[in-house]
C-alpha cells in the first residue's frame, strides 16, 4: 500500500476535526404542562405528544 509521501499539516487536521465535537440536544417545552421535553418525544411528565394524549400517566407518579 501506497504510504504519504508528506505530513499534513496541524491546520489541516484541525479543520477535519472542526465537526467531531458533542452537541446539545434541541429542547422544547410542553405546552400542555411546560416540562421541558427532547423534540419529536412523548412529554415524560404528562404524557403528551403533539397535543394529544400518548401515554396514560397515573397520578401517583
Given at each position: 500500500?501506497?504510504n504519504?509521501?508528506?505530513r ?54
Amino acid at each position: 500500500m501506497p504510504n504519504p509521501k508528506r505530513r499534513h499539516s496541524k491546520q489541516r487536521r484541525d479543520k477535519r476535526r472542526a465537526n467531531d465535537h458533542a452537541l446539545v440536544p434541541t429542547t422544547a417545552k410542553c405546552p400542555n404542562c411546560n416540562a421541558t421535553v427532547l423534540y419529536h418525544r412523548v412529554c415524560p411528565s404528562c404524557g403528551f405528544y403533539r397535543g394529544k394524549l400518548a401515554i396514560e400517566k397515573n397520578a401517583a407518579e
